[in-house]
């Protein structure tokens, strides 16, 4: 089993977090779920979006393995575009 810095694991929380803001804007519905391995993730209709990276730099992937965008302020409404879209 792989370990994650807390500080790691609040980082990604809090970039989901804003996503799922950003896309309930946007009146899609989201989730936020915690695995039992700590990871988090976002649900947003039938995609689950993750936040990969470390040390700082992190980008919106999808349980496919599909990189949506860098996890920034513009990667946010990007990423939020291309899932708004998918969910309607």
Do not use: N
């Amino acid at each position: 089993m792989q370990t994650r810095a807390p500080d790691e694991i609040r980082a990604r929380h809090s970039l989901l977090q804003r996503l799922g803001d950003e896309l309930d804007h946007r009146h899609c519905t989201t989730r936020l779920v915690r695995y039992r391995d700590h990871r988090w993730a976002l649900k947003v209709g039938h995609e689950t979006v993750f936040c990969a990276g470390a040390e700082g730099v992190y980008a919106y992937v999808t349980c496919r393995g599909i990189i949506l965008s860098p996890a920034d302020d513009t990667g946010i409404t990007t990423a939020a575009a291309q899932l708004s879209g998918q969910a309607r």
